[in-house]
């Protein structure tokens, strides 16, 4: 079992930044890969990014070249880094843990992330 506890979110105006932190309690974090989705109001949950245990990274195109995720292994974190927010960016963050060995998911409670134009 695997607990999530995100934070970071908040308001910001277009073309700012912001971090958000999710960190893993239980389950063994280096065979964890760790995502973030986003959820918009009226839209489906899309995948922003993702980070495999071994630290490579996938972005979904809308991100590519601002976001940045990370992971610290020793403080069981991962981070998304979000630069030249934009309004459409404007949505529920959820942090997001597939266990690699057993194939389950977990995911955080999310946070808003809310950019003005």
């Known amino acids: 079992q695997v607990e999530l506890v995100e934070s970071g979110g908040g308001l910001v105006q277009a073309r700012g930044s912001l971090r958000l932190s999710c960190t893993a309690y239980?389950?063994?974090?280096?065979?964890?890969?760790m995502g973030w989705y986003r959820q918009a109001p009226g839209k489906q949950r899309e995948l922003v990014a993702q980070i495999t245990p071994g630290s490579s990274a996938g972005y979904a195109d809308s991100v590519k070249g601002r976001f940045t995720i990370s992971r610290d292994n020793a403080k069981t974190t991962a981070y998304l880094q979000m630069n030249s927010l934009k309004p459409e960016d404007t949505a529920v963050y959820y942090c997001n843990a597939h266990d690699m060995w057993t194939s389950e998911d977990y995911w955080g409670q999310g946070t808003q992330v809310t950019v003005s134009s």
């Open positions: 239980g389950g063994q974090f280096g065979k964890i890969a």
